[in-house]
């Protein structure tokens, strides 16, 4: 079974990392269903990205024992503004291989992603998603996380409105 969590090896991300974080996000954004990401990332602009996460963000892979990255969670400070008021609030973004999911991935992820924001000063974790995109939000409330609000045709994609849906976890 592919990405099966009793076989993953859950760890921080490097650059050297790219290649295999950019090819799982690719997918899913060509998919078209899961993210409300539109625009595909080269090996090199992910690179880019890992390279200059502020001090606070990281990024956990999901990894097989043959060494390919089935899933990868991302963890950075929700606001960047001069003030300090949202210093204690991460943002956390999930994605995982289509052949990978419902077998435990996310979950090893998450595992892993909480402990280490809480190592990071962080006591809650603010995102959102795609309205129609219900096993994300299922996922979700499995976490721990609430519905705290939505916003209609927030999101165009593909020429297409699409609601979002806001939830919090407290750490």
């Not at 990392?17 to 799982?24: N, P, R, T």
Request: a neutral charge; glycine letters at 8%.
């Amino acid at each position: 079974m592919k990405g099966k969590a009793a076989e993953l090896r859950v760890r921080r991300a490097s650059a050297d990392d790219a290649a295999g974080i950019a090819a799982v996000l690719d997918r899913i954004i060509k998919g078209g269903r899961h993210s409300l990401l539109d625009t595909p990332f080269s090996e090199a602009e992910e690179r880019v990205f890992i390279a200059s996460l502020p001090a606070r963000a990281f990024i956990h892979v999901a990894v097989t024992p043959a060494d390919e990255i089935v899933g990868f969670q991302t963890v950075e400070p929700w606001s960047s503004f001069v003030t300090r008021a949202f210093d204690h609030v991460a943002t956390m973004g999930t994605y995982v291989a289509e052949e990978s999911r419902r077998r435990g991935v996310g979950a090893a992820l998450a595992a892993a992603s909480f402990a280490g924001a809480r190592a990071a000063g962080y006591e809650k974790i603010f995102t959102d998603l795609r309205a129609d995109n219900l096993d994300s939000l299922c996922y979700h409330l499995s976490l721990g996380f609430s519905v705290v609000g939505s916003a209609r045709r927030h999101a165009r994609l593909c020429g297409r409105d699409i609601d979002v849906v806001f939830i919090e976890a407290f750490l």
